[in-house]
């Protein structure tokens, strides 16, 4: 497969960083960044011949800052670093947040304030191309001093530690690299801390989410609208001068699809007997567009934070000035993912309200869009098993920003649990997806039953649908249905580009 080459000079999308996710990118280390690489580098040495004391080079970490460390120690202090920071718990995170976290670390370290070796960026660049994913724990870092367990586990593979996957195979770092004919790295002063020190592993997980929450918002219109049909909803809560008169962008967006998704359906009419939908259905605008606000405002944190310097001590080469501040914290990558798992959980929220009104024998339905209700429980329970996923995601969403736990005896006193926001919020993604699934199944059936015209594009969805899923004939078991249904939405094609991307 040929990738695509990204340069370091350039500001990168959302879709960049989605080519790099899916390893269908790669990243071109050019020679002036190698220029400005290696001046940092010079800058930091000349100053460690001076013998001057600079926290992480040649100081203890955390609250052992006043603690010197001797010249012919400094290497061991780098790799016992890695080492004694290699923490994490939990189930290892995916392989795009993987390919993520070492594109925007080389991109971080490529800017020449971090003073590593330029072979650094180069080895840590040829994990990338060679696609030797190291094995990450999705926990353990608090998103304050750095994602300090998390790049401690990517940064040990480098050195031909830790393990890491290659293909389909897990096997130990020192291997993974012998594969690839690469040599583990000897990390030199400073540069332990400048790998572990960042906000990467928060980073890639705020990325991620913004690349997958475009589509999701993409497909959450279509499935409502597929439901909007079923239920025989009317039209004229979509009419373009309602959202004229209340401007907010994801608004009108959400809106104007509608009207693209239904506009040949000759169900898709502004009067009907009933007068006014449930707010599920007459205030999609108004809530999915909410969510589109959020994740337009997250994106743009996330790719703000992309081109940023996050580790510590920060290196001027000019001046030749070595600052210790606090570019790890997490803080606004914390707030921005709080904020954009909430909008998530309102998307499931929102779905898992329509599923249940298309099962109350409304508008022409029977109950539960059984075809024999009482000798058949159509779709009751699944409406249970959508509720549930509703109530995880409630309890996710509640904001991990707002706690704070001291930690390294008390030098690093406020944390952002960023991390947590990021790994919560994936979990409230995948579910959500879950959660629309499980309303396009009863969509789909409302318009069987109904023989309500939905128009050409969800007729065309439905057709190739019921090539996995056939019309449902009675009570049938939905487990595996819903996963293969799950499948199908995240697999559509997205034809239109400019419906694909959140609010101006």
């Not at 960044?33 to 955390?62: H, P």
């Not at 960042?198 to 279509?222: C, E, K, N, P």
């Not at 081109?307 to 000035?321: I, K, L, M, Q």
């Amino acid at each position: 497969m040929k990738r695509i080459e990204l340069s370091l000079h350039a500001a990168w999308s959302l879709d960049d960083w989605n080519a790099l996710a899916c390893g269908k990118a790669r990243i071109h280390l050019d020679p002036e960044s190698q220029r400005r690489v290696e001046a940092n580098r010079k800058a930091l040495v000349d100053r460690i011949a001076r013998v001057e004391v600079m926290y992480g080079v040649n100081t203890g970490f955390g609250s052992l800052c006043t603690t010197i460390i001797p010249q012919n120690e400094l290497e061991a202090l780098q790799a016992n670093l890695i080492r004694s920071h290699a923490v994490g718990t939990g189930p290892q995170i995916d392989k795009p947040l993987v390919r993520l976290m070492l594109a925007s670390k080389v991109r971080s370290l490529s800017q020449g304030y971090s003073a590593v070796e330029w072979r650094t960026v180069e080895a840590l660049n040829a994990l990338l191309d060679h696609d030797i994913l190291p094995i990450i724990p999705s926990m353990g870092s608090l998103g304050a001093s750095g994602d300090l367990a998390p790049l401690s586990h990517m940064t040990l593979v480098l050195m031909g530690e830790g393990q890491a996957q290659l293909g389909s195979q897990i096997m130990g770092g020192a291997e993974a690299l012998a594969q690839k004919d690469l040599r583990p790295v000897v990390l030199g002063a400073k540069e332990g801390l400048a790998l572990i020190n960042g906000t990467q592993f928060m980073l890639a997980h705020g990325l991620w989410l913004a690349i997958q929450s475009r589509r999701l918002a993409y497909l959450a219109d279509v499935v409502a609208g597929a439901s909007l049909i079923g239920f025989d909803g009317c039209s004229a809560p979509f009419d373009a001068r309602i959202h004229q008169v209340r401007p907010h962008g994801g608004q009108a967006l959400v809106a104007a699809r509608m009207r693209d998704f239904l506009q040949d359906s000759s169900d898709f009419i502004p009067v009907k007997p009933h007068v006014q939908d449930p707010y599920s259905f007459r205030c999609i605008p108004q809530v999915h567009g909410a969510s589109n606000d959020v994740w337009a405002h997250v994106a743009e944190v996330m790719l703000r934070e992309s081109e940023a310097v996050t580790d510590n001590p920060t290196v001027f080469t000019e001046t030749g000035e070595v600052i210790s501040a606090g570019n790890f914290h997490g803080q606004p990558l914390a707030l921005a993912l709080d904020y954009g798992k909430m909008a998530l959980c309102e998307w499931g929220s929102i779905s898992e309200r329509r599923i249940n009104q298309l099962c109350l024998a409304k508008r022409g339905l029977p109950a539960f869009l059984a075809q024999n209700p009482g000798t058949e429980s159509g779709i009751m329970i699944l409406q249970y098993s959508a509720a549930s996923l509703v109530s995880r995601n409630k309890v996710l969403s509640h904001p991990s920003s707002t706690d704070s736990i001291d930690s390294s005896a008390g030098q690093e006193d406020h944390v952002s649990m960023g991390s947590i926001a990021g790994v919560h919020a994936v979990e409230v993604l995948d579910r959500v997806w879950t959660i629309l699934a499980m309303e396009w199944m009863a969509a789909t059936r409302a318009i069987d039953l109904s023989k309500r015209q939905p128009g050409s594009l969800i007729e065309g969805l439905m057709e190739v649908y019921r090539q996995s899923v056939p019309e449902a004939k009675g009570d049938r078991v939905l487990a595996d249905e819903i996963e293969i249904t799950k499948d199908f939405l995240q697999s559509i094609p997205v034809e239109d580009p400019d419906f694909l991307r959140f609010p101006d």
